[in-house]
């Protein structure tokens, strides 16, 4: 079930708020002030700034969640499936044009790991693990498994929000707003992957992997 304590049912997330109202408070400035062509440019960032913050209410319309199954957790493109100590990690490129709401993966007790400030380099160069933007939680379920999600921000979405304030989690649950950059999912090995490198996921609809019994 969607969480109703963020206000959900709006059409616009009030993440954008401020930037919206900027953007469309320059416009009308820089018109008033005779800036047509810079009025113009604004009142197009306006427009961007509204669709990239738009609701998704595609999730609410979906069957119950399937148990022991890992949803995605944004809109995006399956970039790279690697494994490493046992642990397959699925890299997510998000871009500008999909829903940006966070959502939980899996149930479970949900923590923030790690929030760290940083740069915005392309979320895919060397260095943008060390010194971007980065979030990295964990969703740990109730029979010991756990699955992390790192977050790193890209050159056009510095913002990276997460609700600090919830600590148990039902799949599909919003946990925060991420606008551009790439998720890393690393899934514990008794889950077998379900999607491959080149595949668009939708957060919250797509399965991304599914547990071995």
Not at 175 to 181: A, E, K, L, N, S
Request: charged share 15%; proline share 1%.
């Amino acid at each position: 079930m969607e969480q109703t304590i963020y206000n959900l049912k709006q059409y616009i997330l009030q993440e954008g708020y401020s930037k919206i109202g900027i953007a469309f408070g320059s416009a009308i400035v820089l018109y008033l002030l005779g800036f047509t062509f810079l009025a113009k440019v604004a009142f197009l960032v306006t427009v961007a700034l509204l669709w990239i913050y738009r609701n998704n209410f595609s999730v609410s319309k979906n069957p119950i969640n399937l148990a022991n199954t890992l949803y995605a957790p944004i809109d995006g493109k399956i970039m790279s499936i690697d494994t490493q100590d046992g642990v397959q990690k699925i890299y997510i490129d998000v871009d500008l044009c999909g829903s940006h709401i966070l959502r939980a993966p899996i149930n479970g007790n949900y923590f923030i790991n790690l929030y760290q400030k940083g740069l915005n380099l392309s979320s895919w160069s060397f260095k943008s693990r060390a010194l971007n933007n980065k979030a990295i939680v964990s969703f740990s379920e109730f029979d010991g498994s756990n699955t992390k999600m790192e977050i790193i921000s890209g050159m056009c979405g510095s913002d990276i929000v997460l609700y600090n304030n919830i600590y148990q989690v039902n799949t599909r649950d919003r946990i925060g707003v991420f606008v551009q950059g790439t998720i890393v999912l690393e899934v514990a090995s008794n889950y077998s992957v379900k999607v491959s490198i080149g595949d668009k996921v939708a957060g919250g609809i797509s399965v991304i992997a599914g547990k071995i019994e």
